[in-house]
């Protein structure tokens, strides 16, 4: 199957204990190129997800995002702050003795001060997180390669459209070059008949001439080895996975086929169908970058 390097994928889940949330998204990229963010605790994961995700990716920019949230109130500690009470309560005290007030602090009132009581988040046990962070993160990425999938199927359908094009360009190119061979020779006889005005024209050094010209403008191996190309680009498309380097590379060989056959060119004819051959090669390497 053919993929796009773009996608996306998301899935939320939970266990009554643990939520997690996780998001992997992509552009295109020459390489695979994977970054992760997620809370500080789960870092222990990362080198866990990126093996993951090199199971569902070969190319692109991969982003994923994860979210995290415990549920029970064992991941919560209450911690008591001494220190902090103690100084409240000993500034407390100046206050009373100095303004003559009656100093009427309960433990009620003082452990409502600022960092007197904090909840923390406990220590999470790798163990118990990581099948539901496991799961959760394989069905993100498998709604991820559902996404690229589609996009992939549409782009193989317009290449296999544009390589078709051009292979009917080709087509026309092969058989419009008898035709520009005969025009040269004729116009070639009637250059000399016009200089050599009654004198009997020489056929073999015309015939000469026009060998010459032919060899100069000649684009048989250009067309075959441009055809060959082409082919090559859509049994690449048949056959799927990751294409994207292999296309592309072939893509840069057709266009500098096309090149040639334009350098070569002296028929205007011909020079139009290269021109349009160039165009939707450009095209197709445009959408070849798509493809991972």
């Avoid at 996608?7 to 997690?20: S, V, W």
């Avoid at 009637?190 to 050599?196: T, Y």
């Avoid at 026009?210 to 250009?222: G, L, Q, R, S, T």
């Amino acid at each position: 199957m053919i993929k796009s390097m773009t996608g996306f994928g998301r899935c939320e889940y939970t266990d009554g204990i643990h939520k997690f949330t996780v998001e992997v998204k992509a552009v295109n990229h020459r390489y695979l190129d994977i970054g992760i963010r997620m809370p500080k605790k789960l870092h222990c994961f990362e080198g866990a997800i990126r093996s993951l995700l090199k199971e569902y990716a070969d190319r692109g920019k991969v982003d994923v995002f994860i979210s995290y949230e415990g549920l029970s109130e064992a991941d919560l500690g209450l911690k008591y702050n001494e220190d902090a009470a103690a100084w409240y309560l000993a500034h407390l005290n100046r206050m009373a003795e100095t303004f003559g007030l009656e100093n009427d602090v309960r433990v009620s009132a003082l452990s409502r001060y600022p960092e007197v009581f904090t909840l923390e988040e406990q220590g999470i046990d790798e163990e118990a997180i990581w099948p539901g962070l496991e799961k959760t993160f394989r069905e993100a990425a498998e709604q991820f390669v559902e996404s690229r999938g589609k996009e992939g199927e549409q782009l193989k359908r317009d290449l296999q459209d544009k390589l078709t094009g051009m292979l009917a360009y080709v087509d026309e190119i092969e058989e419009r070059y008898p035709a520009v061979l005969e025009a040269y020779r004729q116009r070639l006889e009637a250059k000399v008949s016009e200089l050599l005005s009654d004198r009997q024209i020489d056929e073999g050094r015309i015939a000469a001439e026009v060998m010459i010209f032919a060899d100069k403008c000649c684009v048989d191996e250009e067309t075959v080895r441009l055809r060959s190309h082409i082919k090559s680009a859509l049994e690449a498309l048949e056959t799927g996975d990751s294409v994207g380097r292999k296309l592309d590379f072939i893509a840069q060989e057709m266009n500098r086929e096309a090149n040639t056959i334009l350098s070569k060119s002296n028929d205007l004819s011909i020079s139009d169908i290269g021109i349009h051959l160039k165009t939707d090669i450009e095209k197709v390497r445009e959408q070849i970058q798509n493809i991972e």
